[in-house]
T-cell receptor, first 111, second 112 residues
Framework: DQQVKQNSPSLSVQEGRISILNCDYTNSMFDYFLWYKKYPAEGPTFLISISSIKDKNEDGRFTVFLNKSAKHLSLHIVPSQPGDSAVYFC??????????FGKGTRLHILP | DADVTQTPRNRITKTGKRIMLECSQTKGHDRMYWYRQDPGLGLRLIYYSFDVKDINKGEISDGYSVSRQAQAKFSLSLESAIPNQTALYFCATTEGPGNEQFFGPGTRLTVL
């Protein structure tokens, strides 16, 4: 039973445009959501997070939106840059701090 | 120096062998985790530990065991390795709920 779902295995976006990565979850007890970025041969690195009491968090080019009623969150990257090409993981944690990851979305930024 | 280190970085072993993957962190965090990454399956939690006396099973703990030797060290063991344990293994640490996890660079394990 997959509690965190990233239904798009890959996404291609033109450089300079907006990249939107989506994530759905099933467990209403999740209270923190995090996005990680991963390059090949490296460990994931933290990008941005959001608490369940908020609906938006912004950090530079990265914005995360949370829709609790739909159990959906999205990561917006604008403008997209070549260095943004990577695999992006959505993750969620509940009271037990067991962090559950989605399967990831590979983002390709096209020149 | 890296906050989270893993050794070895690459390992090839044979079916039935015992192998240990080691993780050390300098963040001073109590919470440590072991994940495996398989193509198309993302990161799956194997074990996690909230302090040296607290060890918990994750989603896929069968075939694995762990040891929390100190706050800074968390080792993952495969008692009798099998080919479907071939994967990338990541160690991570975090300060607490809602905080980012800091990941190690990963160990690529191949079981022949």
């Amino acid at each position: 039973d997959q509690q965190v779902k990233q239904n798009s295995p890959s996404l291609s976006v033109q450089e300079g445009r907006i990249s939107i990565l989506n994530c759905d979850y099933t467990n209403s007890m999740f209270d923190y959501f995090l996005w990680y970025k991963k390059y090949p041969a490296e460990g994931p690195t933290f990008l941005i997070s959001i608490s369940s009491i908020k609906d938006k968090n912004e950090d530079g080019r990265f914005t995360v939106f949370l829709n609790k009623s739909a159990k959906h969150l999205s990561l917006h990257i604008v403008p997209s840059q070549p260095g943004d090409s990577a695999v992006y993981f959505c993750a969620a944690s509940a009271w037990d701090d067991k962090i559950i990851f989605g399967k990831g979305t590979r983002l390709h930024i096209l020149p | 120096d890296a906050d989270v280190t893993q050794t070895p970085r690459n390992r090839i072993t044979k079916t039935g062998k015992r192998i240990m993957l080691e993780c050390s962190q300098t963040k001073g965090h109590d919470r440590m985790y072991w994940y495996r990454q398989d193509p198309g399956l993302g990161l799956r939690l194997i074990y996690y530990s909230f302090d040296v006396k607290d060890i918990n099973k994750g989603e896929i703990s069968d075939g694995y065991s762990v040891s929390r030797q100190a706050q800074a060290k968390f080792s993952l063991s495969l008692e009798s390795a099998i080919p479907n344990q071939t994967a990338l293994y990541f160690c991570a640490t975090t300060e607490g709920p809602g905080n980012e996890q800091f990941f190690g660079p990963g160990t690529r394990l191949t079981v022949l």
